[in-house]
């Protein structure tokens, strides 16, 4: 059975610090995606990765997956108080491209 | 592209009712949606997976005489809650892939459904 952990769960942060969110899952899958919940909204999809070594970045986000680790990290570069969301990872199954997911990382930063 | 719309975005209905959620994707075709359901404070819960023109696939412990989804075509998915109880408000969620696509793309997501049951 597929799972899926991200760590921290919950990660409170000054404004133009670094870090990282790290997500393990269980079993093979060469499939993982990122996405942000800001509170009440639905979910926006942020980096979709596909394979070993993949390195996605869109502004001070960045994202990377290695599969031999099972292990993606999504790295917040020089915090900015907007980042403040939930950041998910989910990972594909492999079966009916149903998404396994993490818990979620609940970010806040502060100015 | 990509989109998927939910409606409602909001609704407070009282116990021993029945609410249908609406799904679209409004421009591309899905041959599958997911329905999530989201407590507070914590992750997406599938609760099943919709088939166009068959029937929904319930994960355990989801009662598939209370949450009726229909995927008549391959733009439109529902869920009805029917006889609603409190215990059901929940913020709900719809998701759907471009067909063809395979896991390639990533799920585009409704905007939800906050569901109040009274």
């Known amino acids: 059975e597929l799972k899926v952990e991200q760590n921290p769960l919950f990660l409170s942060m000054q404004e133009g610090k670094n870090y990282t969110i790290y997500c393990n899952y269980s079993?093979?899958?060469?499939?993982l995606y990122w996405y942000r919940q800001d509170p009440g909204k639905s979910l926006e999809s942020l980096f979709v990765?596909?394979?070993n070594g993949a390195v996605k970045q869109e502004g001070r986000l960045m994202a990377s997956l290695d599969t031999k680790a099972r292990l993606s990290t999504l790295h917040i570069t020089a915090a900015v108080h907007d980042l403040s969301a939930t950041y998910f990872c989910?990972?594909?199954?492999?079966?009916?491209?149903?998404?396994?997911w993490g818990a979620g990382t609940k970010l806040i930063i502060k100015p | 592209g990509a989109v998927v719309s939910q409606h409602p975005s909001r609704v407070i209905c009282k116990s021993g009712t029945s609410v249908k959620i609406e799904c679209r994707s409004l421009?591309?075709?899905?041959?599958?949606m997911f329905w999530y359901r989201q407590f507070p404070k914590q992750s997406l819960m599938l609760m099943a997976t919709?088939?166009?023109?068959?029937?929904?696939?319930?994960e355990q412990g989801v009662e598939k005489d209370k949450f009726l989804i229909n995927h008549a075509s391959l733009t439109l998915s529902t869920l009805t809650v029917t006889s609603a109880h409190p215990e059901d408000s929940s913020f709900y969620i719809c998701?759907?892939?471009?067909?063809?696509?395979?896991?390639?793309?990533?799920?585009?997501f409704g905007n939800g459904t906050r569901l109040t049951v009274t």
């Open positions: 998701s759907a892939r471009p067909r063809g696509r395979g896991g390639r793309s990533p799920l585009h």
């Open positions: 421009d591309f075709q899905a041959t599958t």
């Open positions: 919709s088939n166009e023109g068959s029937k929904a696939t319930y």
């Open positions: 079993t093979t899958s060469d499939r």
């Open positions: 990765l596909l394979s």
């Open positions: 989910a990972v594909d199954d492999g079966s009916n491209y149903q998404l396994i």
